[in-house]
């Protein structure tokens, strides 16, 4: 127990006037506890105790000038509440009850066994380790599955209202918007305010060879295929009673399209190589950063299942129309960041949010987390890099010898076609990223496949 008890950093005060009460129970806590203060007077324990918070108060109630009890009381701070086991060599009735209503955890009689000290002591710290132990449990949950839409902006609190407004419908959601944008975590808030009693399971259809998407949907009998030692559950079996959320939705093959459109329609599958279809209750929450109008217009997309999967819809602003969230996203992202990193969190000045405000963010929420994260931990940008010009600060490069022509406020020239801005921009942030290119996709919203396919396209021109 004590590993556990120095592990939450617990700590107490004894005020007490007797010094030989003071020492015994500095000594026999200090084994026990990270920090042990002693006082002799309540002006002493009351100057610790503005300097410091502490779990527990060992005080004797018969001090000169002033009960100890009453000193509690005007002191006691309902945000940093102690715990607190009052001392007497009184026994009467009367203040045993007034010390009980001050809120005590015990009260204990003078003179006393140190045994019967150290078990109320024990009992007051168990109970704080388990209180401590559910806040720990509460905030890795909330990691796990992060429902907080962050922001005040007039988009984001609609946005908000239309989350609220579509979770509890069992009817596919597809969400759009631009890469960066939080599609996944208003996908996770969906499935959070549903209340279904299944699992919210994500996959994103264009990390998926094409040849396993089926197996990796649907599931598969041992034997359908070479290396099909055993059955396999698909994510659809795992998602049963909750969210299966289909990221990148635009990339999956017109061949599996047909399979998941019969899927949505008739709320059953069959593993590849089975004989009987399999009952599903799966929700599905599809998101794309592509255009499905223009997908189907140009054939790359069903109509039928665009239609399928758009019975809801919400559509994410990009950062650029939600600007008065920056400041919350910064000290939220600076705070998390810095805690899971072990390092201080970033402090901006006005004038770099200002210029943070004006900035375009083509990488959205997603590129203004990985500036923090990169200023966490290489250094805020020099302010002058942000201004005047769009491209992130942390995006420089000089890889791309071609001038901007006079007038352009984008960073590429306003004569460029919209495929050399898209390819120099890729480009930028492959270099950022010294060629990884995993890495360089998850900035950029797309999957690892769709790089490679874009730069075999640009080996080919």
Known sequence: ???????FGFSALVVDDEPGMRAILNKALSKKLTQVETASSLEEAEALRKRNHF???????????RSGIDWHEAFNDDER?????????????ETAIKALRAGASDFILKPFNLEQMLQSVQRCLDKRMIERQNVALQRDVARSFPVDIIGEAPKTLAMREVISRLAPSPAAVLIEGESGTGKELVARALHALSRRSGPFVPLNCGAIAPELLESEL??????????????????????????LFLDEIGEMPLSMQASLLRTLEQKTIRPVGAEREVSVDVRIVAATNRNLHDEVEAGRFRKDLFYRLNVLSVELPPLRERVEDIGLLLNHFSDVLARDLGLKP???SEEEFVAMKHYDWPGNIRELKNT???????????LRQ?????????????HDTREPSEGSESGYPLCWPLKDVERAHIEKVVDVHEGNKSAAARQ????????????????EE
């Not at 779990?55 to 004797?60: E, R, T, Y």
């Not at 509440?81 to 009735?93: H, K, N, P, Q």
């Not at 923090?372 to 020099?382: Q, T, W």
């Not at 005047?388 to 600060?393: E, I, L, T």
Request: charged share 30%; net charge positive; hydrophobic share 40%.
């Open 1 to 7: 127990m004590k590993d556990a008890l120095q592990q």
């Open 55 to 65: 779990d527990l108060l060992i005080v004797d109630i018969n001090l000169p000038g």
């Open 81 to 93: 509440r102690s715990d607190i086991i009052f001392m007497t060599g009184y026994a009467e009735l």
């Open 218 to 243: 649907f599931g598969h009998i041992s034997g359908a295929f070479t290396g099909a030692r055993k059955n396999k559950d698909g994510l659809f079996r795992v998602a049963d009673k909750g969210t």
């Open 346 to 348: 970033v402090v901006w």
């Open 372 to 382: 923090v994260e990169r200023a966490i931990l290489l250094g805020k940008p020099d």
């Open 386 to 398: 942000w201004q005047g010009d769009s491209a992130s600060p942390f995006d420089k490069t000089d």
């Open 444 to 459: 950029l919203g797309v999957a690892r496949k769709t790089l490679e396919r874009k730069f075999k396209d640009w080996l």
